[in-house]
């Protein structure tokens, strides 16, 4: 029973890769074309994740220094 599971996460996990590496090739591709590649998170998101971690962490870092 154990190895029927592993199994399944193996092959789950080999289909993740490969799907990986055709999304690598077509970003390569693009590249070479002198298409730029939009993958990622927009500018209003890292300010918003930074300006979360201010916060989350502004408690730590500032009230033990003072």
Known sequence: MIKKSFRAYITQNQQIVFNA?????LAVNKLKQGVSIKDGLGFFYH???FLGQHFRFISKTYLSAV
Do not use: P
């Open 21 to 25: 590496g055709k999304d690598i090739q």
């Open 47 to 49: 300010i918003a994740g």
